[in-house]
């Protein structure tokens, strides 16, 4: 669904294309905060790193989502194709993060105390699958915002109106 630019205030568009910013920035500035110092070389570090990086993944997913819907909504195709270099380039890091973070846990599982493996694995478990998610959803973002982009840039203005509107134009011709 398209409208005309004219009728969207800048000061709409510059405030919804904030939010989203601020649903990607404060999100991974309370990751950061909370695992610094960064002690990369620790595997006891990385696993709780990436463990606690699961459950920050999914509001700026949503923020991305969110950016391309109204870049969209509004015929920003470059914006669109920006936000898919970044999905694209983020489904590759949450790849490498799988696994490395599945390494990590066959490594840590051995170091585990019987009585908290249980919880141990769980926690492993639910992690991997909230990367897999994130994964999946950011590839298929970059993916159809990119051809999104392509199709939107090789289409005239006036064509990208909505179906619908399209029907109720030509319902009006035939009264």
Not at 104 to 130: C, H, M, W, Y
Not at 146 to 155: D, E, L, N, P, Q
Request: glycine fraction near 8%.
């Amino acid at each position: 669904m398209s409208t005309e630019t004219s009728r969207v205030s800048s000061w709409y568009v510059a405030g919804a294309y904030s939010l989203c910013v601020v649903l990607v920035f404060w999100p991974a500035a309370d990751l950061l905060t909370s695992a610094w110092p960064t002690q990369f070389g620790a595997i006891q570090w990385r696993y709780g790193f990436f463990g606690l990086m699961s459950a920050f993944l999914h509001t700026p997913i949503l923020s991305i989502g969110l950016a391309m819907a109204l870049a969209f909504w509004i015929g920003h195709s470059a914006v669109i194709r920006g936000l898919a270099i970044v999905s694209l380039l983020g489904s590759l890091t949450l790849f490498l993060v799988m696994v490395f973070f599945a390494l990590d846990v066959i490594q840590l599982r051995n170091a585990t105390p019987p009585e908290s493996l249980a919880a141990f694995q769980v926690g492993a478990v639910s992690s991997e699958l909230k990367h897999f998610t994130a994964f999946i959803t950011l590839s298929l973002l970059g993916v159809g915002g990119w051809k999104t982009a392509g199709i939107m840039s090789h289409k005239p203005r006036s064509s990208q109106k909505s179906d619908l509107t399209a029907e109720v134009l030509k319902a009006q011709k035939r009264d």
